[in-house]
């Protein structure tokens, strides 16, 4: 792998090697050249999947999934300039097809620094082959766990702190291991989900309550009836809600109970199968 920026640095105090508090801080801390002084989080229409494109005010990029295929790649290049060859962080909600196909395309494309997963390890021939493109670039892994920070801009304050998995997951199904975060700026909060389930959302609920508050929430699991519990929704209290999914799907995705919950909330839905790719820049 080409050595990237060399601002990154990464601090995991020898001290929490004997603790079960990890808390672990990926950090830049000088500014890059691209895309200086705005935000953006792009919701990536990658039809039945999940693909996030986060870029910080100075220019420090970071991608939450890949999406099921090649497609994914295409759409990367509309948001991100042309000229940049690499991205800061990738984060793997879970290791499933429709999250990680679509980056064995995009590790063959761009440079990576580091490479975040939730432990979680399918014998699936997708992964094994996320597993061998990992590989060939060389990219640091990390395993997530709650207390993590991924400080993207200092300055603007965008930080991505993960809120689960607290424990270890690696002998779990994959949507319940699914890392769950907080994407907080200067102007918004951002909660991503993955493809968590609603027991997993509870299981929040009662460890943060309130703290789950955000402005914009990523609906889990492509709106599917078995996440997006009341009780969750209700603790994070949005004002806002993307479902990221395909037309047509032939899970039934989203349900109509889930869109009855939000509706009943007042909250407002986004959708890329119909709206494409969503953005939000600030």
């Known amino acids: 792998m080409r050595k990237l920026k060399e601002n990154l640095w990464w601090l995991m105090p020898a001290v929490l090697f004997f603790s079960a508090v990890y ?10 050249a691209f895309g200086a002084g705005t935000a953006k989080v792009a919701f990536l229409d990658v039809g039945q ?30 948001v991100m300039p042309f000229s940049d060859h690499s991205i800061d962080v990738l984060l793997i909600s879970n290791p499933d097809k429709d999250h990680i196909g679509g980056f064995l395309n995009i590790l063959e494309r761009y440079d990576i620094g580091v490479i975040v997963e939730p432990g979680t ?5 997708v992964y094994g082959e996320f597993e061998k493109a990992v ?31 607290d424990k270890d997951v690696s002998d779990w199904k994959t949507n319940d291991g699914s890392i769950i975060g907080k994407l907080t700026t200067n102007d918004n909060i ?13 299981y929040l609920v009662e460890r943060d309550g309130v703290k789950l508050d955000a402005d914009i929430l990523k609906i ?6 078995t996440s997006s519990s009341g009780e969750f929704l209700r603790a994070v ?16 995705h989203p349900h109509p109970e889930v869109l009855e919950r939000f509706a009943s909330l007042g909250v407002k839905i986004l959708r890329t199968d119909q709206q494409g790719t969503i953005i939000f820049k600030f």
């Open 237 to 252: 209290a949005p004002d806002e809600a993307v479902i990221s999914v395909g037309a047509g799907n032939r899970y039934g």
């Open 135 to 165: 590989a060939r670039e060389g990219a640091r892994r990390l395993i997530a766990r709650r207390g993590m920070k991924i400080i993207l801009d200092e300055e603007d304050g965008m930080v991505f702190e993960i809120l689960f998995p």
């Open 190 to 202: 951002f909660m991503l989900t993955g493809d968590a389930p609603a027991k997993i959302e509870e």
């Open 23 to 32: 808390v672990w801080y990926i950090v830049w801390t000088t500014h890059t």
């Open 121 to 125: 390890r399918p014998d699936t021939d």
């Open 49 to 78: 999947g999940d693909a996030v494109y986060i870029e910080a005010p100075n220019g420090n990029q970071m991608m939450i999934d890949g999406g099921p295929g090649k497609a994914t790649l295409r759409v990367l290049g509309e």
């Open 220 to 225: 889990s699991h492509h709106g599917s009836r």
